[in-house]
């Protein structure tokens, strides 16, 4: 576009010049030399600019790079974040869950502890009866029967009948038993 443009100009100057006096000529020749001064300034600049916009572009362009490597691991780091919330978020719901059945299981284990305390309980008399029954009791003779009774009355600590010393001056039948020594120092006393 510059090139066409310069080439425009140059020709209206030789046109100009060709036809107009020497004078004018040079006047023409002036404006057309400030014009191609301005345009060439003009493009000087636009080129200027250009190239500032393009680096500005490729900054813009980089920067919007950085800005989406950034929120790309931004994103990944929320992701994993959430990942880690919902972790939690399972592992409080599965304790919830176990609580809630420790909740309800618990009071029917203590009350079935219970009852089956209650059971043995109340069988262990008739257990207890049971067994009494199962022993063999052999009847006792009259012979077992008087030689307990004699056993004890002649013990000096009877165990089916208490001593009864009503009567001093009356003697058992343990104090005939013991020697005559100790007989005769008791009656003296």
């Known amino acids: 576009m510059e090139k066409q443009t310069l080439q425009i100009t140059l020709t209206l100057i030789l046109l100009t010049g060709v036809s107009c006096s020497s004078d004018e000529n040079a006047r023409v ?28 572009s490729r900054e813009l362009v980089e920067a919007d790079a950085r800005a989406r490597q950034e929120m790309v ?3 990944r780091e929320i992701q994993a974040g959430q990942n880690e919330i919902g972790h939690q978020r399972d592992q409080l719901e599965a304790e919830r869950r176990e609580i809630a059945d420790s909740r309800n299981r618990d009071p029917i284990i203590a009350a079935a502890i219970t009852r089956v305390a209650m059971v043995v309980v109340s069988l262990l008399p008739l257990l207890i009866c049971w067994l009494l ?39 058992r039948l343990t104090d005939l038993l013991q020697s005559p020594d100790n007989s005769s120092t008791e009656r003296e006393n």
């Open 73 to 75: 691991v931004l994103q």
């Open 133 to 171: 029954l199962q022993q063999k009791v052999e009847p006792v003779g009259e012979n077992e029967i008087a030689e307990l009774l004699l056993d004890d009355l002649v013990s000096s600590e009877p165990r089916l009948m208490p001593p009864a010393k009503t009567d001093p001056d009356k003697l």
């Open 29 to 56: 020749t002036e404006l057309a030399t400030q014009q191609l001064e301005r345009q060439s300034d003009q493009n000087r600049r636009m080129a200027e600019l250009q190239q500032e916009v393009a680096s500005g």
